[in-house]
């Protein structure tokens, strides 16, 4: 039998160490003069960028100063070997042929979009050029490397764009899988200028649409549905961009239409019954075993087949949902004070609640905020939530001057020319409210009471119109918060019960 290369206590003695800077235990083969060196202390150091204090040269400081382990260029700390690129001479981390991260990466690239005449595909050069000038490349070679022997996924996405296999057109990013890494690609190859601007959400509805139609068996139902999506639902929710980015709830709420125009379509056919022949009973019986959102999830199908001439009119009984009461001023007032003096939290989440309690935005609104709506023209900061700008007061203004010169999420090529205050992890978009919520939640502060309470004071301060010009409301939901601020004293009769 043959025998193991090393005992276990034979490994431990020979391999394992603790790293000389962070004294962490593990298999470090990274030996620098100061000492075997973890992998973490290593990326950490080769980013360290600066005047040497030993030779005064600009470089990477990767080494240490004996006497008081100040960092300096690996000439002064002694290093066995060059950290220099053997393509561009840039000194940093490097990979396969002694390449700098940022020429592995644009090698990659120019490999994946290869048409196969040994250049770039003429149409993708601008994704190319996107792509290798993020200021991480380190983020995009991750993103085209294989892991544990298998291709990435945008790999391969990115090889088939540049063979010709995958059409340049959003028809063609509908059906390709995963789902995720295309509909990145997309929104890369949108930024770039490759393909037609389209909003992220009404993308995503269409290529959810086309998989739940294919489910759909009976052909009756399926031609229906493409009939009111094509000719409804889409056709307003393009509309709706237009006027502005759609949000993720508004897709979510068109899917929910049309699944509960299958299941209304499915239980009518069950009972043997037809639209045309459909009667306000049938629709009742229908419409009291559902709650009542799901009813009003069917009105807009109802009111569209009927003048369609698919079924007779029918009445659906409209339902109000409950409103949410507002927390009292003196807890919004202690969330403000502890959101700008507690630093624990997140900055992003402390300036998006700040401009929740202080101005009632709601955070879909907060996130489209771009860095051009912050005025800093004058002696002070404003916002321009509405008309005129607003006045942010101290020291609530410093933190959104802070957020504005420490945005996330700006180094890869997703976001890097982004205007958005809360750039997101997507080419274009900024931060989504599932990000975001949670955040806010964890700082205390809870979205909906905190913005009624905002809108209610704010509407008791000055007159409705005027805050509804100011803010971006409509002059109707400040008049109604009005009231409501003021309605339980106005109704007092001023006699016990």
């Given at each position: 039998?043959?025998?193991?290369?090393?005992?276990?206590?034979?490994?431990?003695?020979?391999?394992?160490?603790?790293?000389?800077?962070?004294?962490?235990?593990?298999?470090?083969?990274?030996?620098?003069?100061?000492?075997?060196?973890?992998?973490?202390?290593?990326?950490?150091?080769?980013?360290?960028?600066?005047?040497?204090?030993?030779?005064?040269?600009?470089?990477?400081?990767?080494?240490?100063?004996?006497?008081?382990?100040?960092?300096?260029?690996?000439?002064?700390?002694?290093?066995?070997?060059?950290?220099?690129?053997?393509?561009?001479?840039?000194?940093?981390?490097?990979?396969?042929?002694?390449?700098?991260?940022?020429?592995?990466?644009?090698?990659?690239?120019?490999?994946?979009?290869?048409?196969?005449?040994?250049?770039?595909?003429?149409?993708?050069?601008?994704?190319?050029?996107?792509?290798?000038?993020?200021?991480?490349?380190?983020?995009?070679?991750?993103?085209?490397?294989?892991?544990?022997?298998?291709?990435?996924?945008?790999?391969?996405?990115?090889?088939?764009?540049?063979?010709?296999?995958?059409?340049?057109s959003h028809d063609a990013f509908h059906r390709l899988q995963p789902w995720r890494a295309a509909a990145h690609l997309r929104e890369l190859l949108m930024q770039c200028g490759v393909l037609p601007l389209i909003d992220k959400q009404i993308l995503l509805f269409e290529r959810w649409l086309i998989e739940h139609l294919d489910t759909i068996t009976d052909v009756e139902q399926r031609r229906l549905l493409r009939q009111y999506t094509t000719w409804h639902l889409l056709p307003w929710l393009r509309g709706r961009a237009d006027r502005g980015p759609v949000s993720s709830r508004t897709r979510n709420e068109l899917g929910q239409q049309v699944l509960r125009v299958g299941d209304f379509l499915a239980g009518i056919q069950e009972q043997g019954l037809t639209l045309a022949r459909l009667r306000q009973e049938d629709l009742d019986r229908w419409l009291v075993t559902h709650r009542p959102h799901q009813r009003q999830l069917l009105k807009p199908f109802l009111t569209w087949a009927a003048h369609a001439g698919h079924m007779p009119r029918l009445h659906v009984v409209p339902h109000r949902s409950g409103q949410q009461s507002p927390i009292t001023q003196h807890r919004r007032i202690g969330l403000l004070r502890k959101l700008i003096t507690d630093d624990t939290g997140e900055l992003r989440a402390r300036v998006a609640a700040i401009l929740l309690l202080l101005y009632a935005q709601p955070l879909g609104r907060i996130l489209r905020l771009t860095i051009d709506d912050i005025d800093t023209t004058g002696p002070d900061v404003l916002l321009r939530l509405g008309d005129p700008p607003t006045p942010v007061p101290e020291p609530a203004a410093e933190l959104l001057l802070a957020l504005r010169d420490q945005r996330t999420n700006m180094r890869t090529a997703t976001n890097r020319g982004a205007r958005w205050l809360f750039p997101g992890r997507r080419a274009?978009?900024?931060?989504?409210?599932?990000?975001?919520?949670?955040?806010?939640?964890?700082?205390?502060?809870?979205?909906?009471?905190?913005?009624?309470?905002?809108?209610?004071?704010?509407?008791?301060?000055?007159?409705?119109?005027?805050?509804?010009?100011?803010?971006?409301?409509?002059?109707?939901?400040?008049?109604?918060?009005?009231?409501?601020?003021?309605?339980t004293w106005n109704r007092y009769t001023g006699r016990e019960g």
């Open positions: 039998m043959d025998r193991p290369y090393a005992t276990a206590e034979q490994y431990e003695r020979w391999f394992v160490r603790d790293c000389a800077r962070c004294g962490r235990r593990g298999n470090f083969a990274t030996r620098w003069p100061d000492g075997h060196i973890c992998r973490t202390c290593q990326d950490r150091a080769l980013r360290t960028h600066g005047r040497c204090p030993g030779c005064g040269n600009d470089r990477v400081l990767a080494g240490r100063r004996t006497e008081d382990q100040a960092p300096i260029c690996t000439g002064c700390a002694g290093f066995f070997t060059s950290l220099a690129c053997a393509e561009c001479g840039q000194e940093g981390k490097l990979h396969a042929g002694r390449r700098c991260t940022r020429c592995t990466f644009t090698r990659r690239v120019a490999e994946l979009l290869d048409d196969g005449t040994g250049r770039i595909r003429p149409e993708l050069v601008p994704l190319a050029e996107l792509l290798t000038s993020m200021d991480n490349p380190l983020t995009g070679l991750s993103w085209v490397s294989s892991r544990h022997g298998r291709s990435a996924p945008a790999a391969d996405l990115l090889r088939g764009l540049g063979r010709g296999d995958i059409e340049l274009g978009q900024p931060l989504t409210t599932r990000t975001i919520a949670p955040l806010i939640r964890d700082l205390g502060v809870p979205t909906v009471p905190g913005r009624l309470a905002a809108l209610h004071q704010l509407v008791l301060q000055a007159p409705a119109p005027v805050i509804a010009q100011a803010l971006g409301f409509h002059h109707t939901t400040t008049q109604r918060h009005h009231a409501a601020a003021g309605g």
